[in-house]
């Protein structure tokens, strides 16, 4: 039976492999409508309260998608009352298009328990997991060398972390990109929200690259003589 | 026989005796008729030549007439200011024109100001005269018809004819035999005279008067003057008139709206077409102004053109010209590259006023500079001034920069005027409406915009980027080596003490602004990964140069970065922003964490001086330190263009907000910013936080960001705030999670309006995020800020300047792009875009702009008031310099010596009103000024608000006036739809007159013996003779002995010479020489390799001031511009007298009967 429910993990586990192994890591993270794709639909009786996605640009471009699924209350029996509802579960996926900071956390990763925070392997899929207050349950899991998958556990989450794994469809993404030679000037970062249509934006922007910042730091004039001369304002005249 | 008796004989006797008698006779009647006819021819002799003598005398009293007129006109018009008075000291007397009548307000009491109304005729009839004389007694009705004609003289057939036409009647005035002593029998009356003087500026100006076409949408002129969303209007609509003989380069020209040439002639017309435009225009164009009225008669093409001239030369004149002096008596400032005057351009004689205060004198730098009284300054705002040229002052070596010699004197002789009361306004000033502060402020203001008016910039985009980042700083404060070294950008500031407090300014920027600020914070694992992104956009941890992490359990690194949103205001240039980076001048951050042995960790980085007297951390006071400040800089991309809303280049869109991130900073261990470059980690000293031991960092971050540029590296364009001490920061507290949950922090600051950006209040802090759900959209990047009011809302809608771009940069399908001033299409086609400058930034008020709205809706002085102190700059434009060089003169550019031509009187209000003097209502000319901007019916009922709003004890005292007018903002929804006529149009518009007709009649007249009122004309006295005349004065500046300014004069080919040469030569090279050269005394110019045009030559010498006064220049001034040299001389015998000398002039005479 264990065997069996693990099935569809193992495909997706497969399908991580096959990724990993054919895929360079891609310059880019897929678009956010693109990555939402990937999530899981609601399971029968549950409510999807947030669908959204978008692309953020700190050290490298990374696109997160989430949804956060409402479970059904509880029904009340005839000689109980009803249980206090679950929260919410929060399931996220971040394509960090392999920049390897963003995937620092999972460098050299070693199974083992710290305290609250638990490494381990969920398949061949290196997990973290911090039990937090009240029963709530965070994981992230690494999938490709790629994606980081978060999920957020209620306390008694009436649905398993590897459920909500088996229901991801990294299968549903394009081809991945090729990898560019030369990083563009700019990024349109895009942020869409399934819920809430009337929230979609997206925005052009652009980075100062390291190349450019060192450039720049050599034209500097001598740091005690900063007064500028008319050479500095080259001539107008007509 | 006596023989003798013989009866034959007898009979013979007798008939000899009868011939006698009959030719003596005849002998005597003959000499009857001879004498008769002698007396009869003398007495006609005598008769002819007492007539000839009596219209010699009528002749002579026509012109004694014209002299008491041109008395009456220089009697009364004040003059302009003695050189010895500045914008601080020149009184206050405002004069106004009305046909008819001049009105003078002396406010030197400002409190009680004396208004005289003065009659420019010889006396106005109030009623007939008494004992049943006839009217023509006592009066004359000048419009009556010539003997033989049925056509009025003066209004032509405009208000009717014959017995119908209008009576425009005005006294005599009496001229007895000896006018020094009292009439008496032996000294009666022998002639009089009546003149009435008419407005030329009241009439259409055919020489200017072009017209502009209707603005219908999805035609040029039309997209351009009212836009369309997203497409803004521009701030100079273009109409296309003339044809190749006007264009160098097409079958067209532009013309910019505003000109003179913007004034409708075709309203004269049943058809447009009935006027040779283009005919008209390159006469005007290549060949100077036609010198007489009827000239017009061969530019039209009607059935019967004197039918259609005598209907319409009521409201006609080819020649008006209005002053350019302020109601202070001082030259209004001029929008030009370098001193036009001595050229012919806009200015009397030389661009200078005189300060024998010495209230100029002293620059920041040398505020012992005791030059004065002799020194010269400008009234010419100039886009020439090369902001860090050093200027030495040759008496002491002193050097300084230029701007701040020019820039200060221009910006406290503004501020003079600021400080003044203004006639009819009572004792309330712009200091007491703004406050010192906003009044320095505005002084800026208006000092930079006049520069990115008049600066030359390049046309391709990267040149023209960068130029217009280096010269939109030019008039910020230019500091000395010594100028609180160390301290930049802080000594790029204006630094005013005003209340015992150092208030920092910098002047209105144009854009492009930053109007997002956002703040980003994470932390990220500190374990030896690599990037394998080739282009990594920040160096990772790669490895523990320190050998810091290797005791950590799991260390982590915090990091920051920030994102900033570039916005370009509409109209605003298309610009590559990688030239203006944006620098940090403070950055202060504390993190609180854990250590590796699980004690807290408490980390705190300075960069920058915490305050103006902080001098603890040496090169870090400066924001292009490398090991610090500079670190934190934001630079664009090269090739990232950002433009106004709507505009593109080279035919791709262009966005109006462009966001850039900065690089990715890491919490320090030390006084640097940790930075690897390439493979070096020699300054890799980055704070590693344990996780194991705490959960999160506590981050506080204060800084100070700013706009600066990239290729002058200490100046500053836009700060936030602005500031010098560490309470002037955005400041953030983040809790940075260094748990694998952790999630961006960000948090994002915005302003409403982007030139009020060093008031850190008005940096509104958004929420801080990311929020409960997870989500990141703090902040609004990329998209109009959440307290910012709509794009095409009214109180943004002057969010606007001096609009220039790049070629290839469009508006929608138009060129943004506008000519210089010396183009028809040029961007200074209106004094009335002043009103784009700020008037609330000291004060923190968003939005707030020169109001041209009515008096009654805003506090004490109205803020057109300031309209007066800008002249219209209105050159004649390059191409008529190449074609004929006998040219500039009054005769052929609108701008000429403190003079503009064609501009209409808004005081369309004729005198004297009283039913012996009934013309028409002039309508017509005004009707001509504001066609097609409106509808006709619309524009017909503003014009009749217009006559209406006057009366006799209210003028137009100023053309801001016309905000007053009921329907002056029509059906505009926005402020600048709603002045768009004051805008557009103030230059086509005057309150004034230079140019004044004279319409009169002269008679020579003889006293009946019996009559005894000697000094009078009575019944039965008689009119020996008379003449009718007409004659066009000038009031104008004397340039001088010449005739000339400057000291050129004609050549016997009847070319201009030049005889003003500069001290040094002139290396003009074949084929490059520019025309200003060849006008008659230009300014000090060289020639420099690669420059199509000439420059002021700052080592040569203006040509030498003459006079009496003794006139110099402040030595860092001269400097700057050019030496001034001045000899001794009578003010008569003076070639170019610095004092604005007004004289008057006949510039057109004719006997209306001959």
Redesign the interface.
């Known amino acids: 039976m264990t065997l069996l429910r693990s099935l569809p993990l193992l495909g997706l586990l497969l399908f991580a492999i096959t990724a990993s192994a054919e895929d360079a890591p891609a310059p880019f993270p897929f678009e956010p409508a693109q990555l939402l794709t990937v999530l899981a639909a609601a399971p029968a009786d549950w409510k999807i309260t947030r669908s959204d996605a978008a692309t953020t640009l700190g050290q490298w471009l990374k696109t997160r998608a989430t949804r956060t699924f409402q479970p059904p209350p509880p029904s009340a029996t005839a000689d109980a009352a009803p249980a206090s509802a679950p929260g919410e579960v929060e399931v996220s996926v971040i394509d960090t298009a392999g920049f390897a900071p963003s995937l620092a956390a999972f460098a050299d990763f070693t199974p083992g328990k710290n305290g609250a925070l638990e490494k381990k392997l969920l398949g061949t899929l290196p997990a973290i997991v911090i039990s937090g207050e009240g029963g709530r349950q965070f994981s992230q899991v690494l999938v490709s060398n790629r994606y980081i998958v978060e999920i957020t556990l209620p306390h008694l989450s009436p649905v398993r972390l590897e459920d909500w794994l088996r229901g991801l469809h990294f299968d549903f993404l394009p081809p991945a990109a090729s990898v560019p030679t030369v990083s563009p000037r700019e990024f349109r970062l895009t942020h869409v929200d399934e819920l809430h249509p009337e929230n979609n934006h997206s925005y052009v922007v652009s980075t100062t690259s390291s190349k450019r910042l060192a450039a720049f730091l050599k034209t500097l004039p001598p740091e005690k003589s900063d007064t500028e001369t008319a050479s500095q304002d080259p001539s107008p005249r007509p | 026989m006596a023989t003798d008796s013989h009866p034959f004989r007898m009979i013979r006797r007798a008939r000899q005796s009868g011939v006698a008698l009959v030719v003596t006779l005849i002998t005597l009647s003959i000499l009857v008729v001879l004498l008769v006819g002698f007396v009869a021819s003398m007495s006609l002799e005598r008769r002819a030549a007492h007539s000839f003598e009596d219209t010699q005398r009528a002749k002579l009293i026509a012109q004694g007439a014209v002299s008491h007129a041109v008395d009456l006109l220089r009697t009364n018009i004040p003059d302009p200011a003695q050189l010895s008075e500045t914008p601080a000291s020149a009184p206050a007397e405002n004069w106004a024109v009305n046909p008819g009548r001049l009105t003078v307000v002396n406010a030197a009491n400002p409190a009680s100001p004396a208004v005289k109304y003065i009659p420019l005729h010889t006396g106005e009839v109030t009623s007939p005269p008494a004992n049943g004389q006839p009217l023509d007694t006592e009066s004359v009705d000048l419009n009556a018809p010539l003997p033989g004609d049925t056509v009025p003289v003066i209004t032509g057939t405009a208000a009717g004819t014959g017995k119908n036409a209008p009576p425009m009647r005005v006294k005599w005035a009496n001229l007895v035999s000896d006018p020094t002593t009292a009439p008496s029998q032996t000294n009666p009356l022998v002639g009089r005279y009546a003149f009435w003087i008419d407005d030329e500026c009241g009439r259409v100006n055919f020489n200017t008067a072009l017209g502009k076409p209707v603005p219908t949408a999805g035609t040029k002129f039309g997209d351009q003057l009212n836009g369309s969303p997203p497409t803004p209007a521009v701030v100079t609509p273009l109409f296309d008139r003339g044809d190749s003989t006007v264009s160098s380069s097409g079958t067209t020209r532009s013309w910019a709206l505003g000109r003179p040439q913007s004034i409708n002639l075709d309203s004269f017309f049943d058809s447009p077409d009935q006027l040779l435009a283009d005919k008209l225009l390159s006469y005007t164009f290549l060949h100077g102004f036609a010198r007489y009225p009827e000239a017009i008669l061969d530019f039209v093409n009607v059935p019967n053109a004197r039918t259609w001239y005598d209907a319409n030369r009521f409201n006609l004149t080819f020649f008006s010209r209005s002053p350019e002096f302020n109601t202070f008596g001082l030259s209004r400032f001029f929008t030009t ?2 001193p036009l005057s001595l050229e012919g351009g806009p200015s009397y004689q030389h661009p200078f006023i005189y300060d024998p205060s010495g209230a100029y004198a002293g620059v920041p730098e040398d505020p012992s500079n005791t030059s004065s009284p002799e020194i010269l300054h400008l009234n010419s705002f100039l ?2 001034f ?5 200027v030495t002052n040759d008496d002491t070596g002193t050097t300084v920069l230029g701007g701040n010699a020019v820039n200060k004197m221009q910006e406290e002789m503004l501020f003079s005027y600021l400080r003044r009361a203004w006639p009819e306004y009572g004792t309330n000033t712009f200091l007491a409406k703004y406050q010192e502060a906003e009044c320095r402020q505005i002084a800026l203001n208006i000092l930079l915009m006049s520069r990115m008016a008049t ?3 390049s046309t391709d985009l990267a040149s023209f980027s960068k ?1 217009w980042s ?2 939109s700083t ?1 008039v910020n404060f230019a ?3 010594t100028d609180l ?2 301290h ?1 950008p802080e000594r790029f500031y204006w630094r005013f003490t005003i209340g015992g407090k150092t208030v920092l300014m910098l002047p209105q920027m144009p854009g492009p602004h930053i109007t997002e600020v956002r703040l ?1 914070a ?1 932390s ?18 790669l490895n523990d140069p320190t050998g810091k992490i290797k005791n950590f ?2 260390p982590v690194y915090i ?1 920051y ?1 920030y ?1 900033v949103e570039y916005y370009m205001e509409p109209g605003g240039p298309v610009l590559d922003i990688s030239e203006f ?1 944006i620098r940090m001048d403070y950055l202060e951050l504390t993190a609180q964490g854990a250590q590796a042995n699980e004690a807290s960790l408490n980390v705190n980085q300075v960069f920058g001086a915490t305050s103006p007297t902080d001098t603890t951390k040496g ?1 870090t006071w ?1 924001w ?3 090991n610090s400040l ?2 934190l ?5 090269p ?2 263009t950002i433009g106004p809303a709507g505009s593109s280049y080279q035919g791709t869109s262009v ?1 109006n ?8 900073f890491t919490v320090g261990s030390d006084k640097t910013v940790p ?4 493979s070096d980690y020699t300054t890799w000293t980055p704070q590693p936080f344990e996780a ?1 031991k705490s959960t999160s960092v506590s981050l506080n971050i204060k800084f100070r960001p700013g706009m600066g540029v990239l ?5 500053p364009r836009q700060m936030i705030p602005l500031g010098e001490t560490s309470a002037d920061t955005l400041q953030a507290t983040f809790t940075v999670s260094i ?3 952790n999630k ?1 922090q960000v948090i994002s600051w915005q302003i409403n309006d982007p030139r009020l950006s060093w008031d850190l209040k008005q940096w509104t802090a958004n929420v801080q995020g990311p929020s409960e ?5 703090v902040g609004t ?3 109009i800020n959440t307290n910012e009011p709509a794009e095409t809302s009214s109180e943004r809608s002057k969010f606007r300047y001096i609009e220039r771009a790049p070629a290839g940069a469009r508006m929608g399908s138009y060129a943004l792009d506008r000519d210089d001033e010396y183009e028809s299409a040029g961007r200074t086609s209106s004094p009335g875009y002043w009103s784009m400058i700020h008037t609330g930034m000291q004060r923190s008020l968003p939005w707030q702009t020169i109001d041209f709205s009515p008096a009654s809706a805003q506090d004490k002085l109205p803020d057109w008031l300031l309209l007066d102190l800008f002249g219209p700059t209105y050159p004649m434009v390059h191409d008529q310099w190449k074609i004929d060089a006998t040219l500039p003169d009054q005769f052929s550019t609108p701008s000429y010596m403190n003079s503009t031509a064609g501009q209409v009187n808004l005081n369309s209000r004729i005198y004297p009103q009283n039913d012996f003097f009934r013309p028409p209502a002039r309508t017509l000319p005004l009707t001509a000024v504001f066609k097609n901007l409106r509808s006709d019916s619309e524009v017909t009922s503003l014009v009749n608000n217009i006559v209406n709003y006057q009366n006799d004890t209210t003028v137009f005292n100023y053309v801001g006036e016309l905000a007053n007018v009921p329907g002056y903002a029509g059906a505009g929804t926005t402020t600048w739809e709603k002045e768009s006529l004051l805008r557009n149009m103030a230059g086509c518009l005057t309150t004034r007159s230079q140019t004044f007709g004279v319409w009169g009649v002269a008679q020579t007249v003889k006293k009946l013996s019996k009559n005894t009122n000697y000094g009078a004309f009575e019944s039965g006295d008689s009119v020996l003779a008379e003449k009718r005349f007409y004659a066009l004065v000038e009031r104008y500046v004397w340039p001088g002995r010449d005739g000339v300014p400057g000291n050129a004069h004609l050549d016997g080919a009847g070319k201009w010479d030049r005889l003003a040469q500069q001290a040094g030569d002139i290396a003009a090279a074949p084929g490059t020489t ?1 025309t200003l050269f060849q006008l008659p005394g230009s300014p000090p110019l060289s020639f ?1 390799a690669g ?6 030559y700052t080592k040569g010498s203006y040509p030498a001031f003459d006079g009496p006064q003794q006139v110099g220049m402040d030595p860092y001034a001269a400097a700057a511009l050019g030496k001034v040299a001045w000899n001794k001389s009578t003010l008569e015998d003076a070639y170019n007298p610095p004092q604005a000398a007004i004289k008057y002039r006949v510039v057109y005479f004719k006997y209306l009967d001959q």
């Open positions: 590259f370098i886009g020439y090369g902001f860090t040229d050093a600066v030359p910039i130029e280096i010269r030019s500091p000395l080596n070294a160390g930049t980003f994470t990220v694992s500190a374990s030896k990964v690599k990037s394998k992104i080739a282009e990594d956009a920040t160096a990772p941890p359990t799991n990091q970065y994102q980076p090169a400066n292009n330190a490398a500079a670190r800089v934001t630079l664009p991309n090739g990232t966005p907000r462009v966001v850039v991130n900065s690089p990715v930075l690897i470059t390439g194991v290729n002058a590296p200490g100046r748990q694998p949950t961006e759900t997870g989500k990141v959209n990047p990329g998209e520019d420099a420059q199509p045009r000439l420059q002021l």
